[in-house]
């Protein structure tokens, strides 16, 4: 484990030294094997006469370079050191100065685990095809995984979506995708200790090893159980919102000479309110307006969940591992109450008519996932060949119960009608995946081969009720079935020399997939073959500066559950369905970047989409219905600067700041006003400010305040409110860290949650979902045994299993 512990005889040296009249000085940077700069280590000159005797010292910047002013000339013992790595040696003789260059440290081997770690200052470093930002053994790690992707450059949350470049991101750990729905990554995430964490990478391009299906990348790199021990933590939080939430948990490691373990377990009980305010203006043939329906829905969910991780690191011998792994979550009970009231009114705004609405949803759903990964040295130059296998579970019941009562301007019952839904999906994904990384001419070169399979069976079945009878009705009530095979390979080649990097890649995919509905038979055959070339270049003329160019082309394949035609209610005129004729779309984009000393960044970037994929609301002006449906987009472009900055203004005061400037356009067409081509487009931007402040000498107090701002904003027809949010946290620990106290205030001021309005031709409604976004979460977790064990915690998952996402109005 590394730190940054500081020589007080350094500081000593530097002050009371006494300058000679020489302008000789030495000079050089600090970097580890990544290149990534070393900063705060000590630099010595001791005497060459008995290497003992200091001459002169000081410490490293940020960026890792270092100078020793007016030196005479002599002959000495240069001397670097970091906690962490081994020592540097090295006799000089200085001349009229001397320039060093750049100086690798090692990183040391042993004796890493004696040191406890208070806080070490991240880093954010620029490869080829990627952005790392180091978090390992740093402040930031204190928090869980969902708080340090919210802080990572380059990442903005709206919504509840974590956004790259505008564009929804998709989550990696350990490069194996996580399948969850957005609610239920994120419960993972905040579940996922930051001490786990060595690195994350923002991957805007990913090269051609990665499936080609999705937007950007964020890829989690946990850290590596380096001792061998015994360590585990238990842990626990309350949220206090609307209505209570509260987690509990543990995790457990241990580590022999063969068997690294890691197993943890969470019990998740959420009660969460919600409140929806939707507002629709209907419309006569001739452009008048007809009515205005205004809606109001309180939703009041309950859910309890468990899951379970496990992985287990076999080594076989010295060139031979194998890994087994399952992530497994349940969730028995996930209930919700729904009570909307939906007010009529005539042009004149004067009230003709309601109805309210009593629905009852009850689901379970079961993901069950696991992974076997055998790994084999080739030779002492690099070669690896590695071989995994993935399977994927997914069940999903649901039942519905729905009553509308309908009521005069006098609110007196008219009429009643109730209907019940029940519905199910049981998804499998079986992928076998071979990767192959050597050389060839002295050059990195990545090869591999993948096939998957995928079966998706899903139903539902609609019942008008009749004084307690059901009576199934058939238009409404369907079954699919979804079979997919895709076989890919891919080809990588890359160089890094002296200021340059290059890299290329090839992936080809072949996808046969047939969609058959049991009321009208094959919806979805298609089979067909892409290529998807991605080429990276990196230019670094000094350690100051660095230009990077990127070009990628992507695919995004509808999720299994868009597919289907099945209807979701809200209420009786307000329902999502499913469209089996979606098609994939097709991704190209193009990054240019400059960044100034690892700190300062600006990203020019283009993206553009044939048939993107996105949900659009449609109103029907004749028989008052909203229907939201999975649909493409015609076309999908954005252009982007982003400029983004990070810093340790001193040594408490850590900054990141991020200005995204942007234009969005977005063609579809309009299904309910004559299938006209419709054009969205907005010009705003986006600001993201987070501070992390060291309260205590000791480091182990800690605030951190943050706060975003978004003017404008737009995704397929929906435009959005200026939305902007204030969040702060603190963070204690205590008995030498292995008490950690965290509180944390949510969206202060309440201002997250914001209107959607879809207005355009004769189409004109808004939707405001309120969750609850102000919040306090109060957490304490104890760690117990050896605990500065590093954590090896992973999650298991195929690529395809991202487009299991559930997508409901409910």
């Not at 000393?597 to 020019?604: N, P, T």
Request: hydrophobic residues 35%; aromatic residues 14%.
């Amino acid at each position: 484990m590394k730190q940054y512990c500081l020589n007080p005889l350094v500081y000593l040296i530097a002050l009371l030294s006494i300058p000679s009249f020489s302008q000789n000085s030495i000079n050089g940077s600090i970097t580890d094997s990544d290149k990534n700069p070393v900063a705060f280590a000590n630099v010595i000159l001791l005497q060459a006469k008995d290497s003992a005797t200091v001459y002169k010292g000081t410490v490293s910047e940020e960026d890792g370079k270092f100078i020793i002013e007016d030196v005479a000339d002599d002959e000495y013992v240069l001397q670097i050191s970091f906690v962490g790595y081994e020592d540097y040696l090295k006799k000089i003789k200085v001349k009229n100065g001397e320039n060093l260059g750049r100086i690798i440290l090692k990183e040391s081997e042993n004796g890493l685990d004696e040191v406890v770690v208070n806080a070490r200052k991240p880093k954010v470093s620029r490869k080829v095809d990627r952005l790392v930002f180091d978090v390992e053994n740093t402040s930031i790690s204190s928090g869980d995984s969902w708080d340090i992707l919210k802080y990572t450059p380059g990442v903005m949350v709206s919504q509840g979506q974590l956004l790259i470049k505008n564009k929804p991101a998709v989550v990696y750990i350990n490069d194996r995708k996580v399948y969850l729905s957005q609610q239920e990554l994120q419960q993972l995430l905040q579940g996922f200790s930051g001490n786990n964490i060595k690195s994350v990478e923002v991957i805007t391009n990913p090269p051609a090893r990665y499936d080609a299906d999705g937007g950007a990348i964020l890829n989690i790199v946990t850290s590596k159980n380096i001792s061998i021990g015994y360590k585990g933590d238990i842990s626990a939080s309350n949220t206090i919102a609307i209505v209570p939430k509260y987690t509990v948990g543990t995790s457990q490691y241990y580590k022999n000479d063969w068997l690294n373990a890691y197993a943890s377990y969470n019990y998740n009980s959420r009660y969460d309110y919600k409140e929806d305010i939707g507002n629709i203006t209907y419309y006569e043939p001739n452009g008048n307006v007809d009515s205005y329906w205004d809606n109001i829905f309180k939703k009041d969910s309950r859910t309890i969940s468990h899951s379970l991780n496990t992985n287990l690191d076999f080594t076989l011998n010295e060139n031979n591992s194998l890994s087994l792994s399952a992530n497994l979550l349940f969730t028995p009970k996930s209930d919700s109450e729904i009570i909307g009231k939906t007010e009529i009114f005539n042009p004149q705004r004067q009230l003709d008519s309601l109805y309210t609405t009593d629905s009852d949803v009850n689901s379970n759903q079961d993901n069950l996932l696991f992974n076997a990964t055998y790994s084999s040295n080739l030779n002492d130059k690099g070669a690896n060949l590695s071989v995994q296998a993935n399977y994927i579970n997914y069940k999903n019941d649901q039942f519905q119960d729905l009553t509308t009562t309908f009521l005069n301007s006098e609110e007196v019952e008219y009429d009643r009608n109730n209907f019940s839904t029940v519905s199910f999906q049981d998804t499998e994904i079986l992928a076998a995946q071979v990767d192959l990384t050597t050389s060839i001419a002295g050059l990195p070169f990545e090869t591999g081969l993948k096939a998957s399979r995928i079966l998706s069976d899903s139903g539902l079945d609609f019942f008008n009720v009749d004084n307690t009878i059901d009576y199934s009705v058939g238009f409404l009530s369907d079954a699919f079935k979804y079979d997919e095979n895709i076989y890919a390979g891919y080809v990588s080649l890359s160089k890094d020399w002296d200021k340059w990097a290059v890299k290329a890649g090839l992936r080809g995919e072949y996808t046969d997939a047939l969609g058959t509905s049991s009321n009208v038979g094959a919806l979805n055959d298609q089979q067909y073959f892409e290529l998807f070339p991605t080429f990276f270049l990196l230019h670094s003329p000094s350690e100051d500066h660095s230009y990077s160019l990127n070009y990628s082309r992507r695919i995004s394949r509808p999720a299994f559950q868009s597919l289907n035609s099945f209807r979701y209610f809200l209420n009786e005129n307000n329902f999502q369905e499913g469209n089996p004729q979606l098609q994939p779309g097709i991704t190209n984009k193009i990054t240019l970047n400059y960044t100034y000393k690892s700190k300062l960044s600006f990203d020019l970037y283009w993206e553009g989409t044939n048939n993107a994929i996105t949900i659009l609301p449609f109103q029907n002006n004749e028989f008052k219905f909203l229907r939201s449906v999975n649909s493409n987009l015609d076309y999908d472009q954005q252009y982007s600067l982003d400029v983004s900055y990070y810093s340790y203004v001193n040594d408490w005061w850590y900054f990141y700041g991020l200005a995204s400037f942007y234009n969005l356009k977005s063609d579809f067409y309009a299904l309910e006003s004559g299938n006209q081509k419709v054009t969205n487009e907005v010009t705003s931007a986006f600001v993201n400010i987070f501070n992390q402040f060291t309260l205590s000498k000791d480091r182990t107090f800690t605030m951190d305040v943050s706060g975003m701002y978004l003017p404008d904003f737009i995704a397929g027809s929906y435009d959005f409110d200026p939305q902007y949010s204030l969040n702060i946290g603190l963070r204690k620990s205590f008995l030498n860290g292995r008490l950690i106290a965290t509180v944390n205030a949510d969206d202060i001021f309440n201002t997250n949650n914001i209107p959607l309005v879809s207005k355009y031709l004769n189409q004109n409604n808004s939707f405001f979902a309120k969750p609850e976004s102000r919040k306090v979460r109060f957490s304490l977790r104890y760690k117990f045994g050896n605990f500065k064990l590093r954590d090896n915690q992973r999650a298991v998952d195929a690529e395809e299993g991202e487009r299991l996402k559930e997508k409901s109005l409910l």
